[in-house]
């Protein structure tokens, strides 16, 4: 090259002839390559409180089981006994912050559907959507310690960013964004755990955060058991991102952890708890004595043994949750979440003289929806992927087999193979239990599979060994603009903030089944 062509001098001058675009280019590109990871992050930050946060008011009505876990909270704050079928920590939390943040207590949430002026209803729902908001840099950061790629990371975070599921289960005062956030933390704390160095006061701290997500996640619904169970599998087995066996001594650490935080939420729940309220009747009558205001309190009772009174309460609760046999409307049957077939009807509005979110009385024969539906597009993917990877696993093994002349190759597709199996484990042991369960189940329950299935997606998809190098921009910007555009499409049906007529509704109804009565069994 010529001199005179050059962008540069030797003394870092920049030369009179070289474009001003090419010298802001030469000092961004390193400094962003440098921050790649921290910028990606914080993107992802902002994206998450938009989407999360987004008119977080509207609408100013219980949304579907609100009306339950609205009650929960205030009932703490009431200090007014009740019973759950799941364990505390969820409820705690959006007590708590309603606490804080001077939301009104002392109001029947099963009678009325309108919250009053006075609710600060808006602040527990902020609570679900902080968690919810989270979630897509806790997964780009789980993924980049699965040793995904810094494209597959960022997919499987806009992924989440992005699936309907995720943000209106965020949106409103439900629990089930804290669960997927604790499932998340959960992956990052054990991943992080195998880091250390073996035998170091590192790992043993390590153990320790580890024991306390894995807590925390088994403190808001038990079916996160999956998580900490298939991580811990591999924390002993050493079969995947481990070239030894976790030391004993940690893996105590771990459980031990996590088993004194769920107890000591418990702790928190009955010393919150000491008025009588809705819940006596499923405690002993020896607990019922200690509870003031109950029939049978006696200000000199002995309280029971808390450990038995845990004991107690959690076998009250699985006798609980087996004893749902009822059917719901819009309960659906686990063979149909991969690929959303059967949603969920949060809330509507459609009478005449009513309000929109922006204040305009509703045109007639229009209404306004929050149905809980995955992203379509992205359930269908992420479904093709999954059993291509079933299919796919014997062939692969086959090749694997008479591969041991390219030692390098095989190497490295076992390698992808083992973080593919792992995943698609925990995508199996997530779905799978709920085959056999008779009480009614429904659509965000496929949470903590579809995390699973996500990663399984980007990491088969885009980090691929057999995915040509030149094709990856085209493809992951593809697969973006589509995730986006299906979110998009279906924004309405989101936040519910855009009345439709009824044949625009229909129009968004892409799967219509009919039963024997000729009835809608599809997206209605």
């Not at 088994?218 to 924390?235: A, Q």
């Not at 708890?273 to 002993?284: K, R, V, Y």
Request: charged letters at 15%; glycine letters at 6%; one cysteine or more.
């Amino acid at each position: 090259m010529d001199q005179s062509d050059a962008s540069t001098v030797a003394d870092g001058k920049v030369d009179t002839e070289t474009p001003w675009v090419d010298t802001v280019l030469q000092w961004l590109t390193p400094r962003l390559q440098q921050h790649a990871e921290s910028l990606m992050l914080l993107l992802l930050l902002i994206l998450g409180f938009w989407t999360r946060f987004y008119r977080i008011a509207w609408p100013p009505e219980t949304v579907f089981d609100e009306v339950h876990f609205a009650s929960f909270a205030h009932l703490y704050l009431n200090r007014s006994y009740f019973f759950d079928i799941h364990p505390p920590l969820a409820k705690l939390t959006l007590a708590a912050v309603a606490k804080v943040l001077r939301d009104v207590p002392n109001r029947d949430w099963y009678k009325e559907s309108s919250y009053p002026p006075e609710s600060r209803y808006y602040v527990m729902r902020g609570c679900a959507a902080f968690f919810g908001a989270l979630l897509p840099a806790v997964t780009y950061l789980v993924a980049r310690k699965m040793r995904l790629s810094r494209a597959a990371a960022g997919l499987a975070a806009f992924f989440v960013l992005f699936d309907m599921l995720n943000v209106i289960e965020a949106r409103h005062i439900l629990t089930d964004s804290q669960l997927i956030f604790y499932c998340a933390l959960t992956m990052l704390a054990f991943l992080y755990l195998w880091e250390g160095p073996p035998a170091s006061r590192q790992r043993r701290w390590r153990s320790v955060l580890a024991g306390l997500a894995s807590g925390a996640a088994l403190s808001v619904k038990w079916t996160t058991l999956v998580v900490p169970g298939l991580f811990g599998l591999e924390s002993v087995a050493a079969s995947v991102f481990l070239e030894h066996p976790l030391e004993w001594s940690n893996c105590f650490l771990v459980g031990a952890v996590a088993m004194m935080l769920y107890v000591a939420l418990w702790y928190v729940h009955f010393r919150v708890l000491i008025f009588s309220g809705e819940g006596d009747a499923f405690m002993s009558d020896e607990f019922q004595r200690t509870l003031i205001g109950n029939e049978n309190y006696d200000a000199n009772a002995t309280k029971p043994n808390f450990f038995k009174l845990v004991w107690q309460l959690n076998a009250e609760m699985y006798r609980a949750n087996k004893a749902i046999l009822d059917e719901h409307e819009w309960q659906s049957k686990w063979i149909t979440w991969p690929y959303t077939g059967r949603g969920l009807l949060y809330w509507n509005r459609w009478q005449e003289g009513s309000i929109d979110a922006d204040g305009k009385v509703l045109e007639p024969g229009t209404a306004m929806q929050i149905y809980l539906l995955g992203n379509p597009l992205l359930f269908w993917m992420t479904l093709a992927v999954v059993l291509l990877t079933i299919v796919a696993l014997p062939f692969a093994l086959r090749w694997l087999a008479h591969a041991r002349h390219r030692p390098a190759a095989r190497s490295r597709i076992q390698q992808h193979l083992r973080v593919a199996v792992f995943l698609l484990l925990g995508y199996a042991l997530g779905l799978l239990p709920y085959a056999p369960i008779a009480r009614s189940t429904f659509i965000y329950h496929y949470l903590p599979p579809l995390l699973f299935a996500e990663l399984l997606f980007a990491h088969m998809v885009v980090d691929g060994p057999w995915v040509p190098e030149v094709i990856k921009p085209a493809q992951l910007g593809t697969l973006i603009i589509v995730v986006f555009w299906c979110f998009w499409y279906f924004r309405a049906w989101v936040y519910g903030h855009i009345s439709l007529s009824a044949d625009d509704h229909e129009h968004m109804r892409w799967l219509k089944t009919k039963n024997a009565t000729g009835a809608n069994k599809g997206w209605y």
